[in-house]
């Protein structure tokens, strides 16, 4: 231990060497592994240039411009029976936000779809998800990136135990604010307005929350899309030109045209829907990576169709459950046993 500096009541700790940080740290993770949920299984840092396999030494540097001014991107993939779905839309995203967000990679894209299979690999994890940044870098601590050297990526693997959802949820409107266009559709570290309405629902006893726009046009959920069936069995995810393009609603919207053909839907759109118009729909669902249909029963105290979970939304969560578990989308981690 090294010195203590003097405080009013009690004395604060000097770390003077690594060695005695990094031991505090691992005390700390194997104190809150036994209170808490599963750390990270590994995490890659470009700032190290490795691959990390102790959760006590995944860490972010304190002057990263994604930590102290919000100047960071991120996207994420599931991870299913040892396989990475839908890599290579979310990887596009990514860099799509990236662009966005006037942040530049430290690698092309197919080094950091190549760097984020290999750190799968090592975790050894087979189910839960992967989630990445791209942030201006470690530099200073001013507004501007331009003290920053280099941008830097980071990832980490994720160990989760999901299920298909089979069971309806209530929502509600939150009136937390809207982000603008520009933000909503960037998928960006600034993430307080999905924080305030999640919680907003959570005080509330809802699952989630919606977002409903000036306009009272149904926009999107805190972290997830939304889907209506309607009384006429059409299909409609609302335009994602103001809010953020999921890749699982669109993987959605290109599987769904199957249930059109067998006679169980009429049509499969994307448009405006007032939310109005909305709590009329015989079906309603959150639509995500992690879900991937979770039907909603209730939105507002007010029953969706007859308040129970529809045949429908059960029928498209299958569609993407097998797509995640069997479709072309799927990246087969190498791992070494």
Not at 24 to 40: G, I, M, W
Not at 120 to 130: D, E, F, P, Q, V
Not at 249 to 267: F, H, I, Q, S, Y
Request: charge should be negative.
């Amino acid at each position: 231990m090294g010195s203590y500096v003097q405080g009013d009541d009690d004395e604060v700790p000097v770390y003077e060497s690594g060695a005695e940080v990094l031991q505090k740290l691992q005390e700390k993770c194997r104190s809150s592994s036994s209170t808490s949920s599963t750390p990270a299984a590994a995490m890659y840092s470009s700032v190290l240039g490795g691959i990390i396999l102790d959760p006590a030494m995944m860490l972010l540097p304190i002057d990263d411009h994604m930590v102290h001014r919000g100047h960071g991107v991120f996207d994420t993939a599931m991870l299913l029976d040892g396989c990475l779905y839908e890599l290579d839309p979310h990887l596009d995203r990514f860099l799509r936000s990236a662009a966005r967000a006037r942040i530049g990679t430290p690698f092309p894209r197919d080094t950091l779809r190549s760097i984020l299979i290999q750190m799968t690999a090592a975790s050894g994890c087979r189910k839960g998800s992967i989630r990445y940044w791209l942030s201006a870098g470690p530099g200073d601590f001013l507004l501007s990136p331009k003290g920053c050297p280099s941008p830097a990526f980071y990832a980490v693997v994720i160990p989760a135990e999901y299920e298909q959802c089979r069971e309806g949820v209530r929502a509600v409107t939150t009136s937390v604010p809207m982000k603008p266009p520009l933000f909503a559709t960037t998928k960006n570290v600034n993430y307080l307005p999905n924080v305030l309405s999640i919680m907003d629902a959570e005080d509330r006893g809802a699952f989630a929350s919606v977002w409903v726009d000036d306009q009272g046009y149904v926009a999107e959920g805190p972290m997830v899309n939304v889907a209506f069936v309607t009384p006429d069995r059409e299909l409609v995810l609302p335009e994602f030109d103001r809010i953020l393009s999921g890749c699982t609603a669109k993987r959605l919207l290109a599987l769904a045209p199957k249930l059109v053909e067998d006679g169980r839907l009429t049509a499969v759109t994307t448009r405006n829907i007032t939310a109005e118009q909305a709590k009329r729909s015989v079906e309603m669902a959150f639509v995500g990576s992690g879900l991937p249909v979770l039907p909603i029963v209730e939105w507002d105290d007010q029953p969706i169709g007859d308040g129970q979970v529809g045949e429908l939304m059960l029928a498209l969560s299958d569609l993407l459950w097998e797509d995640m578990k069997s479709g072309p989308d799927r990246i087969a981690v190498p791992y070494s046993n």
